[in-house]
């Protein structure tokens, strides 16, 4: 029995809250708890700064591959620049071609090799300018040569004397052309009119007075 109310005792005694070994295990219990909420503060912090660097990185992405697009679409600037004189030969040859008879043939075996680099380049995004009966613009035209028209408005395209191309809507060559101008109006100076001298006022003449008796019988004697 005695053993027995011991045991018990013991039991209660353990039971007892506010006892050190208690007070002990609450304490723990409380810095695991701001640990862990410590812990996943760092993990929302984290996982906020992995999703920034994520975003700065897709967006570094898309930069790099929209400068290499574009590098990549320029990049045959210079080759086709230089491909265009030979254009411009391909069409003397064929303007001199239709102006000679004889060589029709020929001249047609010219323009079907003319017409296959055209699609070519074309195909790569060159584009010929269309610039007679088009106002004159600074971006796309160098004008050669100024000359007096009556029959289309001042500063229009009214000769192209070479091609001007754009390339992805890039001006790669500017057209050479002849601009309208206004005809030059001969300007007389009208000679002034001479002042007419004022009119003199003419004096009114004297009223003659007839002659009195007195008058007449002065003259009779």
Same mark, same amino acid.
């Given at each position: 029995?005695?053993?027995?109310?011991?045991?018990?005792?013991?039991?209660?005694?353990?039971?007892?809250?506010?006892?050190?070994?208690?007070?002990?295990?609450?304490?723990?219990?409380?810095?695991?708890?701001?640990?862990?909420?410590?812990?996943?503060?760092?993990?929302?912090?984290?996982?906020? +700064?992995?999703?920034?660097?994520?975003?700065?990185?897709?967006?570094?992405?898309?930069?790099?591959?929209?400068?290499?697009?574009?590098?990549?679409?320029?990049?045959?600037?210079?080759?086709?620049?230089?491909?265009?004189?030979?254009?411009?030969?391909?069409?003397?040859?064929?303007?001199?071609?239709?102006?000679?008879?004889?060589?029709?043939?020929?001249?047609?075996?010219?323009?079907?090799?003319?017409?296959?680099?055209?699609?070519?380049?074309?195909?790569?995004?060159?584009?010929?300018?269309?610039?007679?009966?088009?106002?004159?613009?600074?971006?796309?035209?160098?004008?050669?040569?100024?000359?007096?028209?009556?029959?289309?408005?001042?500063?229009?395209?009214?000769?192209?004397?070479?091609?001007?191309? +754009?390339?992805?809507?890039?001006?790669?060559?500017?057209?050479?052309?002849?601009?309208?101008?206004?005809?030059?109006?001969?300007?007389?100076?009208?000679?002034?009119?001479?002042?007419?001298?004022?009119?003199?006022?003419?004096?009114?003449?004297?009223?003659?007075?007839?002659?009195?008796?007195?008058?007449?019988?002065?003259?009779?004697?």
């Amino acid at each position: 029995m005695e053993e027995e109310l011991n045991q018990s005792g013991e039991k209660q005694e353990e039971a007892v809250p506010g006892t050190p070994s208690e007070a002990g295990d609450l304490s723990d219990i409380d810095e695991r708890s701001k640990r862990l909420v410590e812990a996943e503060k760092q993990v929302e912090q984290y996982k906020d +700064l992995l999703l920034r660097k994520a975003a700065e990185f897709d967006n570094y992405k898309k930069r790099v591959d929209n400068e290499a697009a574009t590098v990549l679409k320029f990049a045959r600037v210079d080759l086709i620049s230089d491909l265009l004189p030979i254009v411009d030969d391909f069409e003397r040859s064929l303007k001199l071609g239709k102006d000679r008879k004889e060589s029709e043939s020929f001249s047609k075996g010219v323009e079907l090799i003319y017409q296959k680099l055209i699609r070519f380049l074309e195909s790569h995004g060159l584009k010929a300018m269309e610039t007679v009966g088009k106002e004159f613009d600074v971006h796309y035209h160098d004008a050669l040569l100024q000359i007096q028209r009556t029959d289309v408005p001042p500063h229009t395209v009214v000769e192209e004397v070479e091609k001007g191309y +754009l390339l992805d809507d890039r001006v790669i060559r500017h057209a050479k052309v002849v601009v309208s101008s206004s005809p030059m109006i001969d300007e007389t100076t009208s000679e002034a009119s001479a002042e007419k001298p004022p009119d003199r006022a003419i004096e009114p003449s004297a009223q003659q007075v007839p002659d009195g008796p007195d008058e007449i019988q002065r003259r009779e004697s």
